[in-house]
């Protein structure tokens, strides 16, 4: 079997098999090109060993390239291979060894809750889409949502009464999440008064909660814009984006002590490792719960206790 071949197989499977996003399959099929031209004509995707995925990463490294890139590579890699896998076109994956290089888990930037009422209130609701924005501020920080799935969203995913949404992520699936009396009371009033108005709405784009000035699917840019100009009138002099209302609700949740499961529910994460991030609560904070929780700090604080109880 020849590389594009295959490529193409792969590129299949990930639409109607996977159905994951198109961007990544995008990304995916770029990874799986950039072995395909690494290798050429001389190797062919079923003749690769160990050896060969060897010198692939030496190349890459002696690149420059990030570790991120390098190791993003690496997956698109090892999904092209489970793929071949899955067809019976290989016996045993060449690439089940290959191991990502170690990433650094950086913290990611949050607002404090004050931060995000300053940018709440510095929307102007004057503004012809003021009331659209302040809405969809509101529903980012109250459900922690992704951009694409807050201008994906459905009116009739709303549950508003019931105090939920119904929200399409990751590889088209599914989940419920609250929203709370303060961005329902937003939501209802964008939806009951510009949205219903709104004239000139393309009948494509009916179905969705938020459009833009012409009628149509806001795109991911546009809500990028409008919360940074949102941190801009509030003074906030971090970098801020709607990822940063997303790992702000998921903080501000879990120093609130939200169960951690919850919040992974919430936010959609396959992995609870992924939601484990957020707990990056100050130094006081764990000190006072290891010493409080801990099975030998216990012991120690009740022989405290009455210590000077006797006293």
Known sequence: MDWQTAIRGFRAYLILERSVSAHTVDAYIRDTNKLASFFGEARG?????????????AFLHEAGLERKSQARIISGIKAFYRYLLLEDLLEKDPSEQLESPRLERKIPDVLSVEEV?????????????????RAMLEVLYACGLRVSE?????????????????????GNKERI?????????????????????????DPDHAH???LNRRGRKLTRVM????????????????????????????THLIE????????????????????????????EY??????????????????????????
């Open 208 to 210: 969705l909660v938020f």
């Open 256 to 283: 609130g002590g939200a169960d951690l499961k919850a919040v992974q529910d919430m936010l959609g994460h396959e992995s609870i490792l992924t939601t484990e991030i957020y707990t990056h609560l100050d130094t």
């Open 223 to 250: 809500v990028f814009l409008m919360v940074k100009d949102a941190a801009k009138a509030a003074g906030i002099a971090k970098t801020v984006s709607p990822h940063t209302l997303r790992h702000s609700f998921a």
């Open 45 to 57: 995707p079923l003749q690769l060993d160990r050896s060969d995925f060897d010198a692939l990463l």
């Open 286 to 311: 764990l000190h006072a719960t290891i010493m409080q929780f801990h099975p030998m700090n216990r012991r120690e604080n009740l022989r405290n206790r009455q210590k000077k109880e006797e006293e």
């Open 177 to 201: 999440v609250p929203i709370g009396e303060t961005a329902t009371k937003h939501l209802l009033f964008y939806l009951e008064t510009d949205r219903r108005l709104q004239a000139n709405v």
């Open 150 to 170: 807050l201008i994906g969203l459905k009116i009739n995913d709303l549950f508003l009464e019931q105090g939920f949404l119904k929200v399409v992520g990751k």
């Open 117 to 133: 009422r300053d940018m709440l209130a510095a929307l102007d609701l004057s503004h012809p889409q003021g009331t659209r924005n």
